[in-house]
Nanobody
Framework: QVQLVESGGGLVQAGGSLRLSCAAS????????MGWYRQAPGKLRELVAL???????YYVDSVKGRFTISRDNTKNTVYLQMNSLKPEDTAVYYC??????????????WGQGTQVTVSS
């Protein structure tokens, strides 16, 4: 089994910063990618950012230039540095880890979610 523990959410004023962390433990082998999703009330969950095993990154357009994703492979931990936060960034943020399980198969694991609230 794989466990993901998130931390770092909270309440911040617009223009402020937060840093989210997600540590993976357990049978963590062959991590393919790690990422962050978010879900605001009444909206679908969306991919915010991800980082591959090779270090390539992807960001949704709305956070480019403001958010930075990084990972520490020695700790199986992924971070999301969020700067210049806007009220529209308010959501529950979920960590995601994708493990390769053989061939083209993979398994996705999710954190419990952490609330990020940005006040105007």
């Amino acid at each position: 089994q794989v466990q993901l523990v998130e931390s770092g959410g909270g309440l911040v004023q617009a223009g402020g910063s937060l840093r989210l962390s997600c540590a993976a433990s357990g049978r963590v082998f062959s991590i393919d990618r790690m990422g962050w999703y978010r879900q605001a009330p009444g909206k679908l969950r969306e991919l915010v950012a991800l980082i591959t095993s090779g270090g390539s990154t992807y960001y949704v357009d709305s956070v480019k230039g403001r958010f930075t994703i990084s990972r520490d492979n020695t700790k199986n931990t992924v971070y999301l540095q969020m700067n210049s936060l806007k009220p529209e960034d308010t959501a529950v943020y979920y960590c995601n880890v994708r493990l390769l399980t053989g061939g083209s198969s993979f398994a996705d694991y999710w954190g419990q979610g952490t609330q990020v609230t940005v006040s105007s």
